[in-house]
C-alpha cells in the first residue's frame, strides 16, 4: 500500500463539524456559523491504503509516496446513493413519453419492467446493472443500495440479489414491490410466498428487506408481516413510504426501526413527529418527482423538525430513470426547500445514515477513501450549476477510479 495526499483543496468537505466551518445558513444546523459540512479552506487530505489518515491545511500536509495537485478544487465525499432499481430489463420510453403528455402515473407500471426481466438472461441483468453502476461512478457515486422487485418469482427473486451482491454489499430483498401479476386474484397467497419460500431463497443474499406500502401495492398489515418475517431472517426494514398518498408506511417503519423510509411525499404532523423521535432515516428522491411530475417532498419541514434526511437518485427504469446525484441535489435545493450545505450532506452523510454506515460519507480519519474532486472551488457549484458535468476525479476505496 501506498500513500497520496490530495493538497490544494480549495474547500474540503469533511461532514465533522469539529473539523471546519460551512457557509452562511439559515437551518437549524447554525451554530455560531458552523455547518455539519465542517468545511476546510485551502486544505489537503491524506489517503494510505483504502483509508482516509489525515486532514488539514495545505500547507500542514505530512510527507506521502504520492501528491496530487487539486488546482484549487473541491473535494468532498463520495456521494451515497442508499435506494435504487438496477436489476431490470428493457426500459419505459413509451410509459414516460405518456405520462408528459398528460397520463397520471400509477405503480401498476412495474408489470411492464417485470416482464422484461423475467426474461433476460443473467448475463444480460448483470451487463445493465454495470453500465448504470459505471454511469453513476463519473457523476461521483462510491457506495449504492439497489434492489430486486422486478422479477416476483422466488427463482427471479433471488438471482437478482445474487448478481446485486456481485457489486455492492447494499443488498435489498424487494419482492414486495408490487403483487406479482401471477397472484393479481390471491394477494394473501403471494403475502406468503414473499415471507415463506421466497424469503428463504433470498435471505442470503441481502442485508436488507423492503416493500412498497402503497395503494395499489401493499397495506399496513401486509407490510408489516412482510417486514417482520424479514426481521426474523436476519434482514433489516426499509421501507417504500407515503410517496402516492397518505399511509401507514413511515409510522410503520418507526415502530419497526427501519433504517430508511424512503419518498416521504405526503406526510402528516404525527408522521414527522415519529420520524424525529425515531432512529429511522427520510430518504428523499426528488427525480421520481420530476419523472413523474408530482407534488415536491417538503424538506424543510423535516429538517426543521429535526429529522435525519437522505438524499438519492430511486434509479430505475420507470418512475426516475436517473443515475446523477448531483441532478438530485439541484433538484432538492430548487424545489424541496433544501439549502446547498443541507443538500450536499444528505447525499453523502445522510445517505450513509440510511444505510447505518459511519465508514463512509465523510472524510476524516479512519473513514474508507471515497473522494469526489469538482471542477469547481465550492460544493454549491451541484446546485450553481446544475446539469454541468463537474465531476472531475473519483477515488474508491483509495483508488483513483476516474
Known sequence: MSSTAITN????????????????RSSKFESGGGSPLGLIQDAAVVIDGDHVVWTGESSKAPATDNRVDAEGRAVLPGFVDSHSHLVFAGDRTQEFNARMSGRAYSAGGIRTTVAATRAAT?????????????EALRQGTTTFETKSGYGLTTEDEAR?????????????????HIVSPDYADDPAAYVALV??????????????????????????????????????????????????????GVQLAVELDAASADHCTHLTDADVDALASGNTVATLLPGAEFSTRAEWPDA?????????VALSTDCNPG???????????????????????EAVWSATAGGAAALRRTDIGRITPGARAD?????????????????????????RRGERVL
Open 9 to 24: 483543496i480549495a474547500a474540503l468537505v469533511t461532514n465533522d463539524p469539529s473539523l471546519g466551518w460551512g457557509s452562511p
Open 122 to 134: 443473467d448475463a444480460e441483468l448483470e451487463a445493465n446493472l454495470t453500465r448504470y453502476l459505471a
Open 160 to 176: 437478482a440479489l445474487r448478481i446485486a451482491a456481485a457489486h455492492t454489499d447494499e443488498v435489498t430483498y424487494l419482492g414486495a
Open 195 to 248: 415471507t415463506g419460500e421466497m424469503l428463504d431463497a433470498c435471505a442470503p443474499h441481502a442485508r436488507w428487506i423492503d416493500v412498497f406500502c402503497e395503494k395499489g401495492a401493499f397495506d399496513g398489515d401486509q407490510a408489516r408481516a412482510i417486514l417482520t418475517a424479514g426481521k426474523a431472517k436476519g434482514l433489516h426494514p426499509r421501507i417504500h413510504a407515503n410517496q402516492l398518498s397518505h399511509g401507514p
Open 300 to 308: 424543510r419541514r423535516l429538517l426543521d423538525a429535526g429529522v435525519t
Open 319 to 341: 418512475s426516475s430513470f436517473t443515475s446523477s446525484v448531483p441532478f438530485c441535489i439541484a433538484l432538492a435545493v430548487r424545489d424541496m426547500g433544501m439549502t446547498p450545505d
Open 371 to 395: 473522494l469526489t474532486l469538482l471542477d469547481a472551488p465550492s460544493h454549491v457549484h451541484l446546485a450553481y450549476r446544475p446539469g454541468v458535468p463537474l465531476v472531475s476525479g473519483v477515488w
